[in-house]
């Protein structure tokens, strides 16, 4: 949605939310290395990035049981390298945009996280929701379809995927609950601000809701 450049070793990108660039900040600080470095601002007032070498999960997306289980892991390392006073208590800086193309592989292998614009706080929950509405197929099949994810599986796709993460049980029973919701407050936002993909959205909710029992018996 933004225009992004690369320039050598970095990438210039428009500014972004200042919690943005302190979770970044502190990313490097602690030294996880599934996210871009901040290295400040250039003579045009545009951030600038570090560029992370390697693949994005274009079309068709690797979609392997090891890479759903990667991106788990990936998560959890994420929100457990954030400081307890970056997000208000009880939840996490999620990335806020899982698309696959925001994830970056090495080896076949999903290794780190790019384009954190739409980062803010969430409950590591949601994350993992928003996360299996790519990785996982829970989303409609024309999407799938599209992006090359297999459309069998998803309850067992999303079991890896929780399992890897380590979401505990009192989470997974809340998992649907809130990504319904989420997806229920996306159609607000998307209505207000005039944008065009809400049906697309609605779609995606309307196949939440009705399979939500369904997958939610591979999260007992």
């Given at each position: 949605?933004?225009?992004?450049?690369?320039?050598?070793?970095?990438?210039?990108r428009?500014?972004?939310?200042?919690?943005?660039?302190?979770?970044?900040?502190?990313?490097?600080?602690?030294?996880?290395d599934?996210?871009?470095?901040?290295?400040?601002?250039?003579?045009q007032?545009?951030e600038?990035?570090?560029?992370?070498?390697?693949?994005?999960?274009?079309?068709?997306?690797?979609?392997?049981d090891e890479?759903?289980?990667?991106?788990?892991?990936?998560?959890?390392?994420?929100?457990?390298?954030?400081?307890a006073?970056?997000a208000?208590?009880?939840?996490v800086?999620?990335?806020?945009?899982?698309f696959?193309?925001?994830?970056?592989f090495?080896?076949?292998?999903?290794v780190a996280?790019?384009?954190?614009?739409?980062?803010r706080?969430?409950?590591?929950?949601?994350?993992?929701?928003?996360?299996?509405?790519?990785?996982?197929?829970?989303r409609?099949?024309?999407?799938?379809?599209?992006?090359?994810?297999p459309l069998?599986r998803r309850?067992?796709?999303?079991?890896?995927?929780?399992?890897?993460y380590?979401?505990?049980?009192?989470?997974r029973?809340?998992?649907?609950?809130?990504?319904?919701?989420f997806?229920r407050?996306r159609?607000?936002?998307?209505?207000?601000r005039?944008?065009?993909?809400?049906?697309?959205?609605?779609?995606?909710?309307?196949?939440?809701?009705?399979?939500?029992?369904?997958?939610?018996?591979?999260l007992?």
């Amino acid at each position: 949605m933004n225009v992004v450049v690369r320039v050598g070793d970095t990438v210039r990108r428009p500014p972004g939310p200042p919690h943005v660039v302190e979770l970044l900040r502190w990313y490097e600080h602690v030294g996880f290395d599934g996210a871009p470095r901040f290295l400040g601002s250039d003579e045009q007032g545009r951030e600038i990035l570090s560029y992370v070498e390697g693949e994005p999960a274009f079309a068709p997306v690797p979609s392997s049981d090891e890479v759903v289980a990667a991106i788990g892991t990936l998560l959890r390392r994420a929100h457990d390298a954030q400081a307890a006073a970056l997000a208000p208590r009880g939840l996490v800086i999620g990335h806020g945009d899982l698309f696959w193309t925001n994830v970056i592989f090495r080896s076949g292998l999903p290794v780190a996280l790019i384009d954190w614009e739409l980062a803010r706080p969430m409950t590591r929950t949601l994350e993992v929701a928003m996360a299996a509405t790519y990785w996982a197929g829970v989303r409609i099949d024309e999407q799938l379809v599209e992006w090359g994810i297999p459309l069998e599986r998803r309850g067992e796709r999303l079991r890896i995927l929780c399992d890897a993460y380590g979401l505990d049980a009192s989470a997974r029973v809340t998992l649907f609950d809130e990504l319904i919701a989420f997806r229920r407050e996306r159609i607000d936002r998307v209505l207000w601000r005039g944008s065009a993909p809400v049906e697309v959205i609605r779609a995606n909710l309307r196949w939440t809701e009705e399979h939500a029992a369904e997958l939610g018996t591979f999260l007992a």
